[in-house]
């Protein structure tokens, strides 16, 4: 086994791989990367060790969560395509179609980013993840495609959410919260476009969407219909509704004119990959 090769693979999306073992860091701080790479090859069982240490909680390779992000971004890059070859986009307002023009070219550029990362990390980009064409010819108005969009972005930027703890400590986690940053934008933009509050809101027009309100606790296989690895869980993320942030009850001491609607909108929740590839949410409309 060739643990220079592994060391500088890990350097290349850990850029602090050879100082981040917290109990050697002051040993390590004083020597060059050339001493330290040798001091680690030279002790694999226990580098194998540190490995376990300091990537714990680590459930999946950054090659398989950024396959998961590339998936959802080619979903939402396919479904925007689709919106511009319709004739109800022909009909919208300039002001709209300049709208999607644009969200539809940021879609494009976190594509084109993705591959290229998950490329240059060996690994082989998601080739495609369509959005329905049996589906989509039942969005008959601009306003009901603009509702599916709705509930991708917001999936979307919940979807980011839930997998950002396991880039911890990479260069990667601060290209995943780059784009998640702007799907959050872009859930606003097609909100106000649509009439609504332009964060997540109790009394939204789509709020008893499963997309809000499902308890997903299945499956919990590992192996996503892209075939890549995510993570299994047995316990359902909070629903859009929830009024309590790290067990603390957001509904007091805030005012009596602060509602339960208020708390809930404070907060944006995260969705487990599993529960976003789930037939009841976005899995349920990826296909030809």
């Known amino acids: 086994m060739d643990f220079f090769k592994i060391i500088d693979d890990l350097s290349k999306v850990d850029a602090d791989v050879l100082g981040r073992f917290d109990s050697r860091r ?12 040798s001091a680690l090859a030279a002790t694999p069982l226990f580098l194998g060790a540190l490995f376990q240490k300091a990537y714990a909680g680590t459930t999946s390779t950054p ?7 590339l998936t959802l971004e080619l979903f939402e890059q396919d479904f925007y395509a689709k919106v511009k070859a319709s004739s109800q986009y022909a009909g919208a307002s300039a002001a709209d179609k300049a709208a999607i023009d644009q969200i539809k070219g940021h879609e494009d550029a976190h594509v084109a980013l993705l591959r290229t990362a998950i490329t240059g990390l060996g690994g082989t980009p998601v080739a495609s993840a369509p959005f329905k064409s049996a589906v989509f010819a039942g969005l008959t108005t601009f306003a009901a495609q603009l509702g599916i969009a709705q509930l991708l972005e917001d999936t979307g930027v919940r979807a980011y959410k839930g997998r950002a703890g396991e880039l911890l400590g990479t260069d990667l986690l601060t290209v995943a919260l780059q784009i998640h940053s702007v799907e959050a934008r872009h859930a606003s933009k097609i909100r106000y476009m649509r009439g609504q509050k332009p964060w997540v809101n109790p009394g939204d027009d789509l709020a008893a969407h499963p997309v809000y309100t499902s308890g997903v606790t299945g499956p919990t296989s590992t192996t996503s219909p892209f075939g890549y690895g995510i993570p299994a869980y047995t316990a359902a ?10 067990n603390v009850p957001i509904t007091t001491g805030l005012g009596a004119t602060y509602t339960a609607a208020d708390a809930a909108a404070s907060f944006d929740e995260y969705l487990q990959a599993a529960e976003v590839l789930d037939a009841s949410r976005a899995g349920g409309l990826v296909g030809a």
């Open 26 to 37: 002051a040993v390590f701080g004083s020597l060059g990367n050339i001493a330290k790479r």
């Open 63 to 69: 090659v398989e969560v950024l396959q998961y992000a």
């Open 237 to 246: 993320s909070p629903v859009e509704s929830n009024t309590t942030q790290s």
